[in-house]
């Protein structure tokens, strides 16, 4: 199996037969690569550099980031006139690990989810924990 990212590739073996220590793990920056597996074939792989890296993003929706903001703001008991929104770091606006703690257990109590640990270790901003959320929620949905 192959995967590309830009102009970058990753390969895992599929069959039992063919060692990883055979091909390099990772091979960047290259235009045309031909692989021999010492099979009854031969596989050529041609890559196209890009200028940017393709990345997917899955905004959580608003009213989640919303009611994420709320959360922070009622858990840090910020004045009003803080702002809170998506970008927002939890450490920007004064939380620390306690604080973090606290705030992902009102999100699982608001929203009716269990976010593990190495989860939530991974929680920056508002949008990290929205985007969690939705993802939590429509895997429990599922």
């Given amino acids: 199996m192959a995967s590309v990212t830009g102009s970058s590739m990753?390969?895992?073996?599929?069959?039992?037969?063919?060692?990883q220590t055979q091909a390099p793990a990772r091979i960047c920056c290259l235009?045309?690569?031909?692989?021999?597996?010492k099979a009854k074939g031969f596989l050529s792989l041609?890559?196209?550099?890009v200028s940017h890296?393709?990345?997917?993003?899955?905004?959580a929706k608003p009213e989640t980031v919303n009611?994420?903001?709320e959360i922070?703001?009622?858990?840090l008991a910020l004045p009003a006139e803080t702002a809170v929104?998506?970008?927002?770091?939890?450490?920007?606006?004064?939380?620390?690990s306690l604080d973090t703690v606290e705030i992902?257990?009102?999100?699982?109590?608001?929203?009716?989810?269990?976010?593990?640990e190495d989860n939530a270790q991974t929680i920056a901003t508002v949008q990290d924990a929205a985007d969690l959320i939705e993802d939590l929620v429509m895997g429990k949905g599922a």
């Avoid at 041609?46 to 550099?49: D, E, H, I, S, W």
Wanted: hydrophobic letters at 40%; aromatic letters at 6%.
């Fill in 72 to 75: 922070v703001r009622k858990q």
């Fill in 53 to 59: 890296r393709f990345q997917v993003s899955c905004a």
């Fill in 46 to 49: 041609n890559m196209r550099p």
């Fill in 10 to 19: 990753s390969m895992t073996s599929l069959s039992g037969s063919f060692k």
């Fill in 67 to 69: 009611k994420v903001c």
């Fill in 31 to 37: 235009n045309s690569m031909p692989l021999s597996i």
């Fill in 104 to 116: 992902v257990m009102g999100l699982e109590e608001a929203f009716d989810i269990t976010v593990q």
């Fill in 85 to 96: 929104t998506g970008e927002s770091k939890f450490a920007a606006l004064g939380a620390d």
